[in-house]
Structure formats: C-alpha cells, structure tokens
C-alpha cells in the first residue's frame, strides 16, 4: 500500500530553487552591464538594463532554453529537498511555458533534485494550478506572486528573499534568507510536522540562527489558525 505523502510542498522554480542570480552573466554580456544581484530591486529586468520589454522577451527567447540548462541550483537546496521530499511531495509550479518541460525536467535530474511533478503554467498566475493540486505550503520568490497566494488560500508561504522582494506582506508569508532556515529537524529551521493522533495538527517551528524571529509568534499563531480551521473542516464533513 502506498501511503499519502503527509503535505503537499508546492515550490516556485528560478529563484527559488534555482540561483536567483542566473541571468545576471547572460545579461550582463549582452547588454555590457556590469549588474550584480544587489542591483535588481525590481523583478522586472527591464528597469535595470535600460531596455524595453520587446527587447527583453526577444532576449529570452533566443536565451532561455540555454540558461535553463545551464541554471547553478540555490545554496543549500538540495539537502533540504532530499529530506523533505522522504514525508512530503514535491510539486513545482513555475511560469515557465510548457514547451520548456524536457529541459525543466532533465535539468532536475541532473541536479540530482528530487520531484513529485512539476506544473509548467507558463504565466505568472499560479492560483489555478495551486488550487487543483491543493498545496498546504509554498515556496516562492516573487513578492505578489508569495502575497496574492498567502491571500487566496491562507496557507503558509516562505518567501526567498532577495533584492527585488523588499516589500511589505502579510502575517503568513515568512521570509528566509537561506535554505538552511528551511531545514526540517533543524534548530535553524523549520519543521513541518504533521500527527494523524491529533487529527492533523500542524506544527511549525521557525527559528533563526537558533532565535525565534520576532515574527515567529504571530506567524505560529496565524498558521496553527489556518490550519486548525482546514482540519476542523475536513473531518466535520
Ligand atoms: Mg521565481
């Protein structure tokens, strides 16, 4: 009998999981800038090279199949993906189109990085395939794209940071600034564990650098809530 995995891990792919910083050498060569990751406080491209959005998605085009492939994965991804991915499923949801699925694919094999499925949209609006799949959390690394999600379905959802998602969000997306902050088991992480006994209380401990952040008592409270409510509901039916 295959057992349910316990939760439904739902994870963005390029600057997620993939070095946020990918395109900046392609970039950079093609344009004759000289751009570094702490330049791009904006996730649209455009604002730092100084070119249009034609232009831009032109670029991508020709570039992509090649920068996906050769993509350096995030620091620390993997150790974290390969424990998880023992109780958990791996689903990954990203914008990239379908005609890239091969290549999305051969590169997490060659990565040695674990997946369940991975859902190519190919727009920015992920609601739809987070809903079908029912995702209990998720991983991403584009500020509305974390907040629209964390609004629409209450659940937690861990955003990567990184120079262009400095902006505000709500009580339940939690900013890391490293995979290691995600580790299950770890004191300097966090860990989702989930009890049949307790009819599926969610337990979630985040510390940093073995101190609760200070929004680590709001963001429990929010997500024990959250999840309260899912499970109250699912067993009442
Ligand atoms: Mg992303």
């Not at 939760?7 to 390029?14: H, M, T, V």
Request: charged content about 30%; proline content about 4%; some cysteine.
């Amino acid at each position: 009998m295959t057992m349910r995995k316990q939760k439904r891990f739902g994870l963005d792919i390029d600057g997620t999981v993939t070095d946020p910083a990918t395109f900046l050498p392609y970039l950079n060569e093609q344009f004759q800038k000289t751009l570094t990751l702490e330049d791009i406080t904006d996730y649209d491209l455009t604002k730092s090279l100084g070119i249009t959005s034609e232009e831009f998605w032109k670029w991508m085009e020709q570039h992509e199949q090649t920068i996906y492939k050769q993509a350096k994965k995030a620091d620390g991804v993997d150790q974290v993906l390969e424990e998880w991915k023992q109780e958990h499923e791996l689903i990954y949801i990203t914008a990239r189109a379908s005609h890239l699925e091969e290549i999305t694919k051969n590169w997490f094999e060659q990565q040695n990085l674990p997946f369940h499925h991975i859902e190519l949209v190919g727009k920015h609006d992920k609601i739809e395939a987070i809903r079908t799949h029912e995702i209990d959390i998720f991983f991403e690394d584009k500020h509305d794209n974390a907040v629209a999600i964390a609004e629409t379905f209450a659940i937690p959802v861990i955003l990567m940071d990184t120079p262009y998602n400095r902006l505000p969000t709500p009580a339940n997306v939690v900013r890391i600034n490293h995979w290691t902050e995600a580790r299950p088991g770890s004191m300097n992480g966090l860990n989702v564990r989930a009890s049949k006994e307790k009819g599926f209380h969610f337990q979630l401990y985040f510390l940093k650098n073995g101190k609760r952040p200070e929004c680590f008592r709001s963001f429990l409270r929010v997500v024990n809530a959250f999840w309260d409510e899912k499970c109250n509901n699912r067993f009442r039916r």
